[in-house]
C-alpha cells in the first residue's frame, strides 16, 4: 500500500516548520477553455489526522468520480485546516506562449493565490519553471503524495465548473459532458459548427478549421 504521506514526511524530518505546498493542473491537453492549476497548503500538525479522517478517499482526481471529486472539493475549500488557491492560464495565452508554458504560468498562479506563499512545493509531473519558490517534481506526484493529490481535485473540479459555464455560452459542443476533451462527439460538433471563442487555436485538432470558420464572436 502506498504511503500517501511519505515525500511529506521525508521532506518535513529534514526541514522542520517547512511550510509545505502540493500542486497539480488539469485541462493541458483539453481543446478548449483555459488550463487550471491547483495549490493545496496543509501544516503538519494537521495532515496526518485529516489523511485519517476527511482526505482519507483524497488520490489522483481522474481516479475519482465526478460526485467524489465534488464532495472532496467542498472539504478542501472550506475546510479551516487547509489552504488552496486556484490559478488559470486563458485560451489566448496558450495560444500566445504554448500549452507547456501557460500551464507552468498557472501553477504560479496558483501558489500565488495561496493566502501566504509556501517555502517549498510538490509538483506533479516534470520540474516547472518560473515558480516562486524552490519544488520538487513528483511523477506520478497526484497517486504518491496527498498534497498533490488534494491540489489534483480543486485543479479539475475548479475547471470542471468553468467548463459548465461554457455550456450555458456555447450549449452545442457539449462542453458539460466531456469537459473540452476531444471527445467524438466534441470533434464531430466542431465539424459541424466550427471553433468557437474559447478553442484553443493551436491545437491540431482546432487548427484544422481555421480556414473553413471564423473565429470571432
Request: charged residues 25%.
Amino acid at each position: 500500500m502506498i504511503d500517501r504521506l511519505l515525500f511529506e514526511r521525508e521532506y518535513w524530518a529534514a526541514h522542520p516548520t517547512t511550510v509545505l505546498a502540493g500542486v497539480d493542473e488539469a485541462g493541458r491537453g483539453c481543446l478548449a477553455g483555459p488550463v487550471v492549476a491547483g495549490a493545496v497548503e496543509i501544516a503538519e500538525d494537521a495532515i496526518v489526522d485529516l489523511s485519517k479522517n476527511e482526505l482519507i478517499a483524497v488520490t489522483d482526481s481522474k481516479q475519482l468520480t465526478e460526485k467524489k471529486r465534488e464532495a472532496l472539493w467542498e472539504i478542501l475549500t472550506h475546510h479551516p485546516k487547509i489552504r488552496y488557491g486556484v490559478g488559470i492560464a486563458s485560451v489566448q495565452e496558450i495560444d500566445t506562449i504554448n500549452i507547456l508554458n501557460a500551464t507552468h504560468l498557472a501553477m504560479r498562479r496558483a501558489l500565488e493565490a495561496l493566502p501566504t506563499l509556501p517555502t517549498f512545493a510538490f509538483v506533479d509531473g516534470l520540474p516547472v519553471k518560473g515558480l516562486p519558490i524552490p519544488h520538487q517534481a513528483i511523477v506520478k506526484g497526484d497517486a504518491r503524495s496527498l498534497l498533490v493529490a488534494c491540489a489534483s481535485i480543486i485543479a479539475k473540479v475548479s475547471r470542471d465548473h468553468i467548463c459548465l459555464e461554457l455550456e450555458k455560452r456555447y450549449p452545442q459542443y457539449g462542453f458539460a459532458k466531456h469537459k473540452a476533451y476531444g471527445t467524438k462527439f466534441h470533434l464531430n460538433a466542431l465539424h459541424q459548427f466550427g471553433p468557437c471563442p474559447e478553442h484553443r487555436r493551436s491545437f491540431a485538432p482546432v487548427a484544422v478549421f481555421q480556414d473553413e470558420f471564423n473565429f470571432g464572436d
